[in-house]
């Protein structure tokens, strides 16, 4: 099992910087891939971004690229999500998970936090 904790949402305003962390416990992480999506009210789950824990592989979404960045600091087990930029539209709940391959598609992510809101004002 594994247990995901997102940290590190709040209230900023656009073009503002925002770091959301998850904390990770349980089961290793060698195996797996590390990801971020994000839910707005009345919209689907979107992909954010992920990592692969071994090698450190990256993936972004087209919306984020250039702003976000995802890192993982392996004595912590925590993976981050530094939030640069920011815009109106990033406005969501952030969802940390973790699943067996790096994938856009939530289907992928077997475990999953609570979630942490992140809200951009204009």
């Known amino acids: 099992q594994v247990q995901l904790v997102e940290s590190g949402g709040g209230v900023v305003q656009a073009g503002g910087s925002l770091r959301l962390s998850c904390a990770a416990s349980?089961?290793?992480?060698?195996?797996?891939?590390l990801g971020w999506f994000r839910q707005a009210p009345g919209k689907e789950r979107e992909f954010v971004a992920a990592?692969?824990?071994?090698?450190?592989?990256?993936d972004y979404a087209d919306s984020v690229k250039g702003r976000f960045t995802i890192s993982i600091d392996n004595a912590k087990n925590t993976v981050y999500l530094q939030m640069n930029s920011l815009k109106p539209e990033d406005t969501a709940v952030y969802f940390c998970?973790?699943?067996?391959?790096?994938?856009?598609?939530?289907?992928?992510?077997?475990?999953w936090g609570q979630g942490t809101q992140v809200t951009v004002s204009s």
């Open positions: 349980g089961r290793a992480f060698s195996s797996y891939v």
């Open positions: 998970a973790a699943g067996s391959r790096r994938s856009r598609w939530s289907l992928w992510y077997d475990y």
């Open positions: 990592v692969t824990w071994s090698t450190t592989a990256t």
